[in-house]
């Protein structure tokens, strides 16, 4: 091994160690727990030599003597010792078993939690299948490090210890025979365990690139079935899942050439003892409880090694899916609630000014924005695709960070609000709506239990929603499947706007809102903007402008700039590019 991979390796070696303890830092609640599973596998370990032992001495005292009395007392002895062993092996699964369940509850919880937490941004450049497997598989992998892991390899440790110890007491010449292939066990274990580490790490990528293709494209399988995309999708598909698949064979290659490798020693250090006993058997005056003895201990020594190996291999797999999830936890990529501000109530004064933002760095979508919208009125957003008006939309909830200027809300810069009150006090509606597969009263609700069915209703009739809900089965307990599958764009539409009146916000941002429903559909989408809008400050960003003639101000944006902006009169008497797009889409 190279200077450069001894590095390598330490560093290696370095961060499982590093990530061992982090893993410990959550067994903290359960020490209790886990130090009784300490206490029960060790006990089990040394309760192992039990059984050879009695069969040793039934052998040697009581079968050749045809003791019949003490034979019985050395049988239920064994029944005792195996019933003992049964307990502790019960307890030890069960214990181990639990305290692994409940860390693995405590971690996804705050791996999840985090997620929650995450900027937009990271979301723009993570893959869903990414974060779905270090939520799921990859934190499901430590249960196996409690139950198959620390606690089972120190117990498989003492139990050698103990073996080892009582084979040189009683013989020492037939305990070095049977340890003369224990070295070549401890070397092919090397080249096993070296061998699935790597094959692991392929395994786990493999794995979060196959959720990662298959989450993303069952998403997006109308425009795979629109554009006729079927087969190439599926040969792209089938070279992912070969690639998982060549990496759980190379792991099942090395387990096909490991455990054969453990039976042959075995058998072999049994067929050494065997020959040797029958050599010297005149010079030794073997017992054949003796010879028993050791036949059977020689199994249960090569087995806890096979164990451990095949155990520290999980260790590893389970350091590996952890340092994978906490790289996720230690991601930096939060959202910065320092804010405190909680004031009584939000009146919806909101000012910009010289606002600049760049989603990558350097590359500005919004260069010295300034303008201001009074309390309780309707300002239009308008201009060309890429223009930024959905980038100012999505800066004041703080979904992004600005890179410079300001953005007041009544007077306060927006990052001096609690960023819960804050969010709670803004309502948006967007183009694309998104609906869970649950029924149409919780879309609408969010399960927010302060909101009573009968004010659903009541704001359903109010904006013209109540009437195609009634006409659904099950009316407003209707399952609308995922993603509002069953329903219209204009059916989903007016559930996302009933959604934001019913939790009744200061400030309402409709983001394109109207840009892909039928005319006859529109007409009830306008009535519900102007029930949504009246007496709140309200944000429409439109291509269409037949959706904010009741406008009290428009802003036109062109390549991340103002270029105009008043009321609709005012633009329309000047000959500029709100003009150029009002005759354009009108005469």
Not at 12 to 31: E, G, H, M, N, W
Not at 333 to 353: L, M
Not at 525 to 554: C, F, P
Request: with cysteine; hydrophobic share 45%; glycine share 4%.
């Amino acid at each position: 091994m190279s200077k450069e991979e001894k590095k390598i390796e330490e560093k290696k070696k370095k961060l499982d160690l590093a990530v061992v303890r982090r893993i410990f830092q959550y067994v903290k609640p359960y020490k209790t727990k886990f130090l009784f599973a300490v206490v029960i596998t060790l006990s089990l370990s040394a309760l192992a030599i039990a059984r050879p032992l009695i069969i040793k001495l039934t052998i040697d005292k009581y079968i050749i003597a045809k003791d019949a009395d003490m034979l019985l007392v050395m049988v239920i002895a064994l029944l005792g010792a195996l019933t003992i062993e049964a307990l502790f092996q019960f307890l030890n699964i069960y214990i181990t078993s639990t305290i692994g369940q409940n860390i693995i509850k405590d971690l996804r919880r705050q791996v999840y939690n985090h997620i929650l937490n995450f900027r937009s941004k990271y979301f723009d450049t993570t893959p869903i299948g990414m974060l779905v497997t270090r939520a799921i598989s990859d934190v499901e992998a430590l249960a196996d490090v409690f139950s198959q892991g620390f606690i089972v390899i120190a117990g498989d440790v003492l139990m050698l210890v103990v073996f080892v110890v009582t084979m040189l007491c009683i013989n020492w010449q037939f305990a070095l025979i049977v340890l003369t292939t224990v070295p070549l066990l401890l070397i092919a274990t090397k080249f096993f365990q070296r061998g699935v580490k790597l094959t692991f790490g392929e395994v786990r990528n493999a794995v979060a690139s196959l959720n990662t293709f298959v989450q993303e494209h069952i998403q997006g399988m109308k425009i795979v079935q629109v554009f006729n995309r079927e087969e190439k999708e599926f040969e792209k598909f089938q070279d992912i899942n070969n690639k998982h698949r060549d990496a759980n064979i190379r792991s099942i290659w090395y387990y096909s050439i490991f455990f054969p490798i453990v039976e042959i020693l075995s058998s072999l250090a049994i067929a050494l003892l065997i020959w040797y006993a029958g050599a010297r058997a005149m010079d030794l005056q073997i017992s054949p409880g003796e010879l028993t003895f050791f036949i059977m201990l020689t199994n249960m020594l090569f087995r806890p090694i096979r164990m451990m190996a095949d155990r520290l291999n999980t260790l590893q797999m389970g350091v590996v899916a952890a340092d994978r999830v906490f790289k996720v936890l230690d991601t930096q990529e939060t959202i910065e609630n320092s804010g405190t501000y909680i004031p009584t109530q939000i009146k919806g004064d909101i000012e910009f000014k010289n606002l600049s933002f760049a989603y990558i760095e350097d590359e500005y979508v919004l260069k010295n924005i300034s303008f201001s919208i009074k309390a309780g009125q309707t300002v239009a957003l308008v201009g060309a695709t890429g223009s930024g008006k959905s980038s100012i939309t999505n800066l004041i909830p703080r979904f992004y960070e600005f890179n410079s200027g300001e953005i007041n809300l009544d007077g306060k810069d927006v990052r001096e609000y609690e960023l819960n009150y804050l969010r709670s006090n803004i309502g948006i509606v967007l183009q694309d709506v998104f609906l869970y597969s649950d029924s149409i009263l919780n879309n609408i609700t969010l399960n927010n239990s302060s909101i009573s069915k009968e004010e659903v209703v009541a704001a359903a009739k109010s904006i013209g929603a109540h009437e195609f809900i009634m006409n659904m089965p099950g009316n407003y307990d209707y399952n609308v499947k995922e993603r509002g599958a069953t329903l219209s764009v204009g059916q989903r539409q007016l559930l996302a706007f009933l959604r934001a009146y019913v939790h009744k916000p200061a400030i309402l941002i409709l983001d394109e809102a109207t840009s892909s429903i039928d005319t006859a559909t529109e007409a009830l989408i306008q009535k519900a903007t102007e029930v949504l809008t009246q007496g709140r400050t309200s944000i429409v960003v439109a291509h269409r402008l037949a959706t904010i003639q009741k406008a009290d101000k428009v802003i036109v944006l062109e390549k991340g700039e103002i270029i105009e902006q008043g009321s609709i009169d005012e633009l329309l008497n000047k000959d500029g590019q709100f003009k150029k797009l009002y005759d354009l889409q009108f005469v």
